[in-house]
Nanobody, 112 residues
Framework: EVQLVESGGGLVQTGGSLRLACLASGFRFDDYTIGWFRQAPGKEREGISCILTKDGITWYADSVKGRFTISTDNGANTVYLSMSDLKPEDTAVYYC?????WGQGTQVTVSS
């Protein structure tokens, strides 16, 4: 059974940093594309970053480029999203995804 479990969300002030983690299980972690999405209240879910775990190729949405960094620890079956210079518009529930599987999400709130 594929499972994705996010952690690391919380409340932070503008300009602050957080690191989200996505612990994966139930599939061959080292040969998949794993992504981070977010959904703010009243808005559609948007993709913000993804990584190919086999070779480390990454992609970022323009809205987070230069501020967020995606990385993996293949030995720990974990994908990280390091977020810095956070802004109030980054407030959302952040989800981890691979194929049709989603985690439960973790709330990130950035206060102004």
């Amino acid at each position: 059974e594929v499972q994705l479990v996010e952690s690391g969300g919380g409340l932070v002030q503008t300009g602050g940093s957080l690191r989200l983690a996505c612990l994966a299980s139930g599939f061959r972690f080292d040969d998949y594309t794993i992504g981070w999405f977010r959904q703010a209240p009243g808005k559609e879910r948007e993709g913000i970053s993804c990584i190919l775990t086999k070779d480390g190729i990454t992609w970022y949405a323009d809205s987070v480029k230069g501020r967020f960094t995606i990385s993996t620890d293949n030995g720990a079956n974990t994908v990280y999203l390091s977020m810095s210079d956070l802004k109030p518009e980054d407030t959302a529930v952040y989800y981890c995804n691979t194929a049709q599987y989603w985690g439960q999400g973790t709330q990130v709130t950035v206060s102004s």
